[in-house]
């Protein structure tokens, strides 16, 4: 099963972590992404660049609205995500607990959807059921 | 904000909580902690059975405790306390016993973060372990199961589950394992450049009866055991990572990736297998067929050649990139197969070249190609043989002989579910 360890931090937290120097953060990464890089579990992670370089799309009315960032009332930015394949919910949460991580950041575990969450519906039924019938014909005549 | 990891930390009154994150972290960690016993105390069966005990002190303590912040820390220290007690018992004041002494006092004194072993070290540390359990002197079963017990992290439990043994063989071909290694002198190191290639070979094959053993269940109800195949491919992953410049550990995970992508399309709703004509494409684990592709684009990158594992990944990859059974290239299979074919003569690999020839030049072509194995006396308990010809024979439109041959099949299978697809086809 995929995990997906979504990274949300604080604005405090944020100005915290650039007092830290650049190059701890970024060793602490470097070995934390290697750990599950070795122990053959990570399957993708991205770091987001700063919010103001983003913006918003909103559906809340017709039309949907695009305006700029940061995301005006969110008390949490999304920073960044690992996505990691392992053999239960426990061990996302171990790996999860690792994460080199300061005081006010949060990881949001998710697992991540896979084709067995979506059993073949009857139309994806008869649609087999079509084709089996199709070759069937086919390697006969 | 709400905790996810709520449930993992530990909390005393829920004992089930805290066994699975002992079994979680065992998962994680187990196979650095035997490498690093196994290390400062020269001696793998010991360093087994001391992280055993370890991992028994933590399903006691952790549930008053909690889950230590360094769950890993704090395994290696009570399992080298341990293994000063046996000394101290066996009134062996050696140097090894002193080191060890030294070591946990450092260990008690540096950051609580800090990993319990020589970061220098433990990458092949683990690759010694690796080499240790697929040694061989061992027997195929001894492999199987020391290798997914010491390196995968799993229980005896849930070896035996997986291949549906008593729990006490699987504890049983440990401990003979142990024996024998001990027995044979067997070192913790990575083999010398002259004979990695075929302790490699070892290694690889040993990953890819478990991933098989996932993929196509040789006994039981169960068509497919899919978390046995992933955990092959994550052991395949962390060789891979740990020897990037051998080909086919990039090849064989590339293989394992192509193939496993298939899985979601492999079982229909009522559980009974879709063979690869049947298969709804759409369902294919498309993020598995891109990290089949950057292997076997990592093996290739290696300047070294493809290897059995490489080229079988190339016929796999074939289909994975293919829309449809008839848009599929299968005149650069037939050819894959015949490289193949040089590589490890077998068989098997020609009746799966007949397959192709089928595909790619039709059923009368194939069928001769398959007489020819017939005849010559191999495979004759292979159900894949006559079920491969009574298809070819379908085609054909010689109904009779197709339907002797799908019987003769349905009676050499072991697999239930295949012996009842197998059964279905030849009354019909």
Known sequence: ?141 | MHDPSESATARPDDPTAVERAVAAVWRIDSARIIATLTRVTGDFSLAEDLAQDALLEALRQWPETGVPRSPAAWLTTVAKRRAIDAWRHRERHDDRLAQLALEIERSSDAAADAPPWDPDEIDDDVLRLMFIACHPVLSREARISLTLRVVGGLSSEEIGRAFLVPTATVQQRIVRAKKTLAGAGVRFEVPPREELTGRLGSVLGVLYLIFNEGHTASGGERWMRPELAVEAIRLARVLSALLPREPETHGLLALMEFTAARFPARVDAQGEPVLLADQDRRRWDHGRIRRGHEALTRADSTGRGRGVYGVQAAIAQCHAVAESLETTDWGRIVELYEALSGLAPSPVVELNRAAAVAMASGPAAALELLDEIAASGRLRRYHLLPATRGELLRQLGREAEAREEFTAAAALATNDRERERLEEKASG
């Open chain 1, 1 to 141: 099963m995929k995990y997906m360890l979504i990274m949300r931090v604080t604005d405090e937290a944020l100005a915290a972590s650039q007092e830290i120097p650049f190059e701890q953060v970024i060793e602490a990464m470097g070995q934390y992404n290697e750990s599950m890089m070795k122990a053959g579990v990570l399957l993708a992670g991205e770091g987001l660049a700063d919010a103001s370089e983003g913006f918003v799309v909103d559906f809340s009315s017709e039309e949907a609205l695009v305006t700029d960032g940061p995301y005006g009332e969110t008390k949490e930015l999304f920073n960044g995500f690992w996505i990691i394949e392992v053999s239960s919910r426990e061990e996302a949460a171990q790996w999860a607990r690792r994460a080199p991580l300061g005081t006010g950041s949060f990881l949001e575990v998710r697992r991540v959807t896979e084709a067995e969450d979506f059993p073949a519906d009857n139309e994806w039924i008869e649609k087999e059921a079509g084709w089996r019938e199709e070759l069937a014909q086919r390697s006969q005549g």
